[in-house]
């Protein structure tokens, strides 16, 4: 196996510390540095990356209400910015030559990637300039049971007392849901590389739906981790993307999702 990737963060600054050893997959982004794995081969091309992106890169910069990122992914019709000529170019491709399909949905699965990684660096940006305070705060108090009429302070504490920084909670709630982040980045993800899932919630889930997770003996967790692996006891299971995903069968427009990976996740 090559390695783990982190799923479903891409930016270091919504990860917290990872064991030693577990990378975060760069779609062709971030700094080079050994906590990131950059593919040898990405489907766009630095300047048609940066193309596609130079719009968004100039919506994100307007946007003070973090709901509103999610927008900017377009994550709908498998076509990003559907407006812009970029799309409809691919989409015509599409239609007279069929055998680039496989390859314009490689570039759309990188996009989507790049774009999620831009959605987290707004979170983030956001919260560093305390725009997103009051909201974060009032959604907090509302999944609380409190109302506005309780003291700040109680809110203070009672927000304290969750343990959930503001970055995690604004990325779990606003950025792409995993599912819909998973067939981009298994489609972008080196071959062999196994995917990392430190959320508890996303690990029930799995556990729920009835997946072949089984505990991790000493050995394997020594071949997972050789600097040493999480405090938490892990589960593993070696599956095929559609199925992690929760689909039933096979996906036809998503073939990558046929190879199987290792999965980690923690035993609840």
Same mark, same amino acid.
């Given at each position: 196996m090559n390695g783990l990737l982190f799923f479903p963060g891409l930016h270091p600054g919504l990860t917290g510390d990872l064991p030693v050893g577990v990378r975060l997959l760069d779609p062709g982004l971030g700094e080079a540095d050994e906590a990131r794995l950059r593919p040898a081969v990405l489907p766009l091309r630095a300047e048609e990356l940066d193309g596609c992106l130079r719009e968004c890169d100039r919506l994100r910069r307007e946007v003070r209400d973090p709901k509103d990122l999610a927008l900017l992914a377009g994550y709908g019709s498998g076509h990003f910015f559907a407006d812009?000529?970029?799309?409809? @170019?691919?989409?015509? %491709? &599409?239609?007279?030559?069929p055998e680039r399909v496989t390859a314009r949905r490689l570039r759309a699965a990188q996009l989507a990637l790049c774009l999620a990684y831009r959605i987290e660096e707004s979170l983030l940006d956001l919260v560093d300039a305390g725009e997103c305070d009051a909201r974060f705060a009032t959604a907090m108090a %509302?999944?609380?049971?409190?109302? %506005? &009429?309780?003291?700040?302070?109680e809110l203070i504490a009672a927000l304290a007392a969750t343990g959930i920084p503001a970055q995690?909670?604004?990325?779990?709630?606003?950025?792409?849901?995993? @599912?819909?982040?998973?067939?981009?980045?298994w489609a972008i993800a080196p071959e062999g590389a196994g995917l990392f899932i430190a959320d508890p919630e996303i690990a029930d889930s799995l556990l729920d739906a009835g997946l072949p997770f089984a505990p991790v003996c000493a050995g394997e967790l020594t071949a997972l981790f050789p600097q040493g692996g999480p405090e938490t006891p892990m589960l593993a299971a070696t599956l095929p993307g559609w199925r992690l995903r929760g689909n039933t069968r096979p996906d036809p427009e998503a073939p990558?999702? &046929?190879?199987? @990976?290792?999965?980690i996740i923690p035993k609840p």
């Open positions: 812009t000529s970029f799309a409809a @170019r691919e989409e015509l %491709e &599409d239609h007279m030559h %509302e999944s609380l049971g409190m109302t %506005e &009429d309780d003291a700040d302070e995690a909670a604004l990325a779990e709630e606003f950025r792409p849901p995993w @599912r819909q982040l998973l067939p981009p980045f990558w999702l &046929d190879v199987p @990976r290792t999965i």
